[in-house]
């Protein structure tokens, strides 16, 4: 990790219709730094990630990669800014038409012009590197297990070496075992990498083991920020209430009586 | 009055949103056909799927519409007998019925498989993952569709027009008892190069209104598994209502003279 800014987020807003979901967001990110985004389901986790990613449009606010503002970038300029980062979905959104190597491949061959035949080599690789097998990459992404498409899904995210890789709710429907295997590989890949890191999630062990840093999001803004062995004397009740998952608390859900 | 004029308004306003939206998917896919990359491996992938594996069901429907339409003839036009039969069997065939039975075939066979798979493709998360591979879901999933359903199609139609009007002559021949080679010669000497043209014209546009509707509301699917089948009932029904406006709009054009 580096002093050197590679995300700058400032005054990030976002609504629906009626309903704001980001009001406001601001945070800075270092150069390899691992920073974790948690907070309740709703709370614009993945809307903030998204906007980053320019997977949505923001109403206001200004997010800066390597000092350069990619809000206004036209549509040529965003995807190649996009191959500085690799990405993790939740549900790993492996392509069903294409086999695991394929999958691996894809960016390396569509997003960088590689050949075939080299891409393939790199696929088998990075498949290697998250503990999976050479017969793996002839499969489909549908003979897999939810574990191993994780695995699939972090391989193509680490194949080009992207400077920032996103992990979107990394160990959601996971077994505890395979979510401590995914998160160790996070861990390995980002250190092996170098490259800089923002998760989103509401796993507190997945947080404690992924994160140099950590800030909760309540409500469409950043409500706390500091760096991980620090979050369980926080000082904070709303941090306070969910990393300990307490039903009481300043976080009341939204339930309507039937 | 003023909630019924307010339900009014947001009616029209969703109008509205609901045709610009579709505007600006369709400059934005037409746009990208002329400007690389481009995916030739996909556009080959989509020519088989949207035109081979679409022979048999094509090739079926317009046989038994040429013998159908050979008996109808027949028995509604008794007066014309073989002359009359042979003519009505050979321009409807390459004018009209062999592009839009054609044509419809494929809106609920292509159409509803081109929703199906890219509004999976979206309630999965599979599209935004294309696009942070730096990939243009428009030209890696809706250019290749499009290009293959302007292609495919007139293919698919030349071969529906010659089964169709084979279909015909053997009603013709063998059920009617017509002549065969003054039946086939009927045929031969009324129809001309323009019939079959404005069909395949007809056919290219079928083909690519066929596409773009299963890929738009494909595109524009949400909602998990029935967002997904309603995104294919919209491509379906909204391709074969286009499919036959845009068809009386050509062929208003094309014949008006």
């Known amino acids: 990790m580096n002093d050197k800014i590679k995300i700058a987020v400032r005054g990030l807003k976002k609504s629906f219709g009626p309903k704001v979901v980001l009001d406001g967001v601001d945070f800075d990110l270092q150069e390899g730094e691992s920073l974790v985004i948690i907070g309740g389901s709703g709370t614009g986790k993945s809307v903030t990630v998204k906007c980053i990613l320019g997977l949505m449009e923001p109403d206001a606010g200004s997010i800066k990669i390597d000092g350069v503002e990619v809000t206004t ?76 498409q994780k695995r699939v899904g972090l ?39 170098g490259t800089t890191a923002i998760s989103i999630t509401h796993d507190m062990a997945s947080t404690r083991k992924i994160a140099d840093r950590v800030a ?29 998952g307490r039903a009481d608390g300043p976080i009341r859900m939204e339930i309507r009586a039937l | 009055m003023l909630d019924f004029l307010a339900s009014v308004g947001r009616i029209f306003i ?22 690389p990359p481009f995916y030739p491996r996909l556009i080959g992938r989509q020519l088989i799927d949207m035109g081979f594996y679409s022979l048999p069901v094509v090739g079926l429907t317009a046989l038994f519409t040429g013998m159908v339409l050979a008996l109808q003839a027949h028995t509604g036009f008794s007066f014309a007998a073989e002359t009359g039969v042979a003519i009505i069997v050979v321009l409807s065939v390459t004018r009209e019925l062999g592009p839009v039975i054609a044509g419809l075939m494929v809106a609920g066979r292509i159409g509803a498989a081109i929703a199906a798979e890219i509004g999976t493709m979206r309630v999965t998360d599979q599209i935004d993952a294309l696009s942070t591979l730096s ?24 071969v529906a027009d010659v089964i169709g009007i084979f279909g015909g002559f053997l009603v013709g021949t063998y059920s009617l008892d017509y002549n065969p080679s003054s039946f086939l010669g009927v045929m031969m000497d009324n129809v001309a190069t323009d019939d079959v043209a404005s069909g395949l014209v007809k056919s290219a546009v079928f083909g690519f209104i066929v596409a773009l509707m ?27 209502i286009m499919i036959l406006l845009t068809d009386y709009l050509m062929t208003a054009l094309f014949f008006s003279s």
């Open chain 2, 214 to 240: 299963g890929c738009y509301h494909g595109y524009h699917s949400k909602g998990g598994a029935q967002g997904v089948g309603a995104a294919t009932t919209y491509a379906v029904v909204s391709g074969s």
């Open chain 2, 14 to 35: 969703g109008f509205l949103d609901g045709t610009g939206r579709f505007a600006l998917f369709t400059v934005e896919g037409v746009s990208h056909c002329f400007r």
């Open chain 2, 135 to 158: 990939t243009n879901p428009y030209k890696y999933l809706v250019v290749p569709r499009l290009i293959a359903g302007t292609i495919a199609l007139p293919c698919l139609v030349f």
């Open chain 1, 155 to 193: 391989a193509r995210a680490i194949a080009a070496e992207p400077e920032i890789i996103v992990f979107d709710e990394p160990t959601t429907g996971l077994d505890p075992i395979m979510a401590d295997v995914i998160n160790d590989l996070i861990v390995k890949v980002v250190k092996d990498l």
């Open chain 1, 73 to 148: 970038l036209s549509s040529g300029e965003r995807f190649k800014l996009l191959r500085k980062f690799g990405m993790l979905f939740q549900g790993a959104a492996l392509f069903d038409s294409l086999p695991v190597w394929e999958n691996v491949a894809f960016g390396l061959i569509q997003g960088h012009g590689m050949a075939r035949a080299k891409a393939r080599d790199i696929a088998i690789q990075k498949l290697a590197a998250v503990g999976l097998a050479p017969e793996v990459a002839k499969l489909s992404p549908a003979e897999l297990s939810g574990g191993m």
């Open chain 1, 216 to 244: 909760m999001i309540y409500k469409g803004r950043i409500i706390w920020s500091d760096t991980v062995d620090r979050i369980d004397r926080s000082g904070n009740e709303f941090v306070e209430q969910f990393i300990h």
